[in-house]
């Protein structure tokens, strides 16, 4: 008998595929683990035998690899920027994203989305990366209470999964930053007992018929609507004007090797990580029995 996967994966609108591919295998193939703590909580169940694959940021994914880490990419998810919302607390007096100079930042956790993209933010601002200071909040409700009682000035995190609780009053938008790479990659273990080769192909391989689907222009205009609305609550205009701005591969199981090369360089530029002296080998990243490079 096959091994079930573990799939870690955060459930906002970006996972509907992922979700509509679980409710039709029944747990037949794989199960899903909710991590709502983000990339790096995804990161962490990995290393922690939580998880075996996992649906993440690109930027948390590549940087995790190159300090290490045991797993590599196996596919790709969704090909469109991811759009960081920089946020601060309803009654807070920052008004823009210059006005957070020399504050705290909120992060959900060390090496997470918010956190690197906190440092992107501070370089395209011109303040030095490494001199930022942090407040770890581990999830987005103890982040919106952290800039509402002034712990932390701001914290970063998608911009449509953010707007319900600016539509709530609880907190503000005053910027955003969007990643100049794609925004989500599958990764793996390392492990063939964990992350048997084929059960991997397969899983990614099946899972881009269900994007395929909901990426279509017939999905977009009928069903993707009418299932965010039911799974998340979103109003229908948000909705459409996410589906506006997303886009999906067309075939999960390749990765463009330049967003990789481009995503190292960046975090090598603010600090996120080192090169080693022999630089990197792009190939090194992912698994090359289970995923193409292009």
């Avoid at 060390?110 to 440092?119: C, D, F, V, Y």
């Avoid at 395929?212 to 993707?224: C, G, L, Y």
Wanted: hydrophobic share 35%; charged share 25%; proline share 4%.
């Amino acid at each position: 008998m096959s091994r079930i996967l573990r799939i870690g994966y955060v459930r906002e609108h970006f996972a509907c595929p992922l979700l509509q591919y679980a409710e039709n295998d029944g747990g037949k193939s794989f199960t899903l683990v909710e991590c709502p703590g983000g990339t790096g909580q995804l990161i962490a169940a990995l290393a922690n035998d939580e998880v075996d694959l996992v649906v993440a940021l690109t930027d948390g994914l590549i940087a995790g690899i190159a300090k290490g880490s045991e797993y590599r990419l196996v596919g790709s998810y969704v090909t469109s920027p991811l759009n960081w919302a920089v946020v601060t607390g309803q009654n807070s007096s920052y008004q823009s994203i210059r006005d957070l100079h020399g504050t705290t930042i909120g992060i959900s956790r060390r090496g997470s989305g918010s956190e690197l993209m906190a440092k992107l933010m501070a370089l395209q601002q011109g303040w030095k990366p490494e001199e930022l200071e942090f407040k770890v909040c581990n999830n987005l409700a103890a982040l919106k209470e952290a800039v509402n009682d002034g712990s932390a000035s701001a914290f970063l995190w998608e911009w449509f999964t953010t707007k319900p609780s600016v539509d709530a009053g609880e907190v503000r938008f005053v910027g955003s930053v969007p990643t100049p790479w794609p925004s989500w990659h599958i990764a793996a273990h390392t492990s063939k007992q964990r992350a048997p080769t084929d059960a991997v192909i397969d899983f990614v391989a099946t899972l881009s018929s269900y994007v395929r689907d909901f990426d279509s222009q017939e999905s977009r205009r009928t069903k993707d609507v009418e299932y965010i609305r039911k799974n998340f609550g979103y109003p229908e205009e948000d909705i459409n004007e996410w589906l506006k701005t997303v886009s999906y591969p067309r075939d999960c199981t390749a990765i463009d090797g330049s967003v990789i090369q481009k995503t190292l360089d960046t975090l090598k530029t603010t600090g996120v990580i080192t090169r080693p002296p022999e630089g990197f080998i792009i190939e090194e990243f992912t698994n090359k029995e289970a995923v193409r490079l292009v």
